[in-house]
Nanobody
Framework: QVTLVESGGGSVQAGGSLRLSCVASGDTYKNNCRGWFRQAPGREREGVAA?????????YYADSVKGRFTISQDKPQNTVYLQMNSLQPEDTAMYYC??????????????????WGQGTQVTVSS
């Protein structure tokens, strides 16, 4: 079992930045694939960024956020971050952290992940 707690959401103007944090506890060693997802009202949840916390550091991003968002970790603190720069109104959504036991493929697929946080709201105004 893994518990994930997100924080760092808020309201910003277009062009601004936010850093989301996700603190994991529980069986994190066996569930070391981490992803950030988002869901806007009326839309499906989509993968934003992901990586294997125990791996070489290869990161995966949705095309819509490449070059603007960065996923990283503080391993001793079991914390994964999502640095979001150049935010746009279309980035407005509830953002979720997720964990999975395997990082073999399809890291941005919602169905891969077993554990989810409660979400943190990001609102970007124009």
């Amino acid at each position: 079992q893994v518990t994930l707690v997100e924080s760092g959401g808020g309201s910003v103007q277009a062009g601004g930045s936010l850093r989301l944090s996700c603190v994991a506890s529980g069986d994190t060693y066996k569930n070391n694939c981490r992803g950030w997802f988002r869901q806007a009202p009326g839309r499906e949840r989509e993968g934003v960024a992901a990586f294997w916390t125990g791996g070489p550091g290869t990161t995966y991003y949705a095309d819509s956020v490449k070059g603007r968002f960065t996923i990283s970790q503080d391993k001793p603190q079991n914390t994964v971050y999502l640095q979001m720069n150049s935010l746009q109104p279309e980035d407005t959504a509830m953002y979720y952290c997720a964990a999975a036991p395997s990082c073999v493929e399809s890291l941005l697929a919602v169905g891969r992940y077993n554990y989810w946080g409660q979400g943190t709201q990001v609102t970007v105004s124009s």
